[in-house]
Structure formats: C-alpha cells, structure tokens
T-cell receptor, first 113, second 116 residues
Framework: DTGVSQNPRHKITKRGQNVTFRCDPI?????LYWYRQTLGQGPEFLTY????????KSRLLSDRFSAERPKGSFSTLEIQRTEQGDSAMYLC???????????FGSGTRLTVV | AQTVTQSQPEMSVQEAETVTLSCTYD???????LFWYKQPPSRQMILVIR??????QNATENRFSVNFQKAAKSFSLKISDSQLGDTAMYFC?????????????FGKGMKLTVNP
C-alpha cells in the first residue's frame, strides 16, 4: 500500500492554457474522488468515480473541467482554458467505500498566472 | 442544504492539555457519517475519527474522542494529552448519504497550535 499518489505536485500555467493532473489511488480502492481546496477553506467536492463510472459531478463545476478514470484505476482531471480563479490545491482521494472514510493524496497545487 | 459549521477558526493549547474542537452540521437525512480530518502543515489530510449517526456510542481512537449529539446536530472532537504533532488544521466533515451519494461535505476548518 503506497497510498494515493498525485502528479505533478506543483503546476504553474498561463491563463488560457490547458492542464491535466493525474491521481493513482490505492490499488484495492474502487472509489476515487476529486476535491478542490482554496486558502482558508475546506475542500470542495468536484466529482467521484466508482470503478470507471463517474457517479456524481458538482453542479459548481464548469464545462471547462473534465475527469476520467478509463480503466477503473488511475484518474485524470483536465482543466481547459484555465482562469486565475482556478488557482487552488486539487486533492484526490480513494476509498473502498466512502462511508469508511477517504484516504487523501498530497494534492496538486495549481497556480494560474 | 447540507452544511458544516466550525465556529472557532483558531485555537492554541499547551502540550499535555485537553482541547475540544466544536462542529455543527445541518442535514435532513437520518442516516449519515461524520468524520474529523487532520491536515498538518504542507502535508496530506489524514482521517482522525469516524462516527456513524445511527450509533449512539461515541467513537474513540486513542487520545481522540468525539461527543456526538444527534438531536443538536453537534459533533465535537476532544484531544487529550495534546502533543506537538497535533498541530494542524482540523476539518469536520460528513457524508449525508443522500440518495446513496458518498460526497463528503467539509467545514472551513480550524487551526490548532500546540505549544511546548
């Protein structure tokens, strides 16, 4: 069990560029979650998967955000046409069932300049 | 609306003291799951303790325990014998389990500093 791995750890991008983040969950976990955390706030739900199926997506998420989990293992989160307001820590978590609690990764910090 | 309120943004305690972190939540669901997570500086979020709403007995994990008051929708965390390593942001969170959703709803967090 190597934990939840997120790459890259940091990403600086220019406004308008597209970015993609990767999350590798704990191998036994079939649920995978994406959250966004801004300074001084608690994490905000973006979306979650059970195996390869995307079960729920936040209504706050604009069409510029998309997530995939093609083979039910790793997941990618893509942000198109980044804006300064997208600057945040993007957290990935996995679980064998959410009600048992999530295991979080260390996050990807995005800075849009 | 499913919300979590942590009214104390920041607290500090002396090493070895006991501290209580408060949390209230709002939901119309009858069965849900409550959590406290700890986020040390520049480190990943860690699950501290978990409580199932249908269980009346308060959860305990070593030095950490909760006071769950379902009618009051209150879920406080007590840390006994505080240690320097307890310094972190603490987030109260819950899964309303509305329609089977496993979405975790977080409060804004509380910064705890344990002083030597």
């Amino acid at each position: 069990d190597t934990g939840v791995s997120q790459n890259p750890r940091h990403k600086i991008t220019k406004r308008g560029q597209n970015v993609t983040f990767r999350c590798d969950p704990i191998s036994e976990h079939n649920r995978l979650y994406w959250y966004r955390q801004t300074l001084g706030q608690g994490p905000e739900f973006l979306t979650y998967f059970q195996n390869e199926a995307q079960l729920e997506k936040s209504r706050l998420l604009s069409d510029r955000f998309s997530a995939e989990r093609p083979k039910g293992s790793f997941s990618t989160l893509e942000i198109q046409r980044t804006e300064q307001g997208d600057s945040a820590m993007y957290l990935c978590a996995s679980s064998r069932g959410g009600t048992y609690g999530y295991t979080f990764g260390s996050g990807t910090r995005l800075t849009v300049v | 609306a499913q919300t979590v309120t942590q009214s104390q943004p920041e607290m500090s305690v002396q090493e070895a003291e006991t501290v209580t972190l408060s949390c209230t939540y709002d939901t119309s669901e009858s069965n849900y799951y409550l959590f406290w997570y700890k986020q040390p500086p520049s480190r990943q979020m860690i699950l501290v303790i978990r409580q199932e709403a249908y269980k009346q007995q308060n959860a305990t994990e070593n030095r950490f325990s909760v006071n769950f008051q379902k009618a009051a929708k209150s879920f406080s965390l007590k840390i006994s014998d505080s240690q320097l390593g307890d310094t972190a942001m603490y987030f109260c969170a819950f899964i309303p389990f509305q329609g089977g959703s496993e979405k975790l709803v977080f409060g804004k967090g509380m910064k705890l500093t344990v002083n030597p």
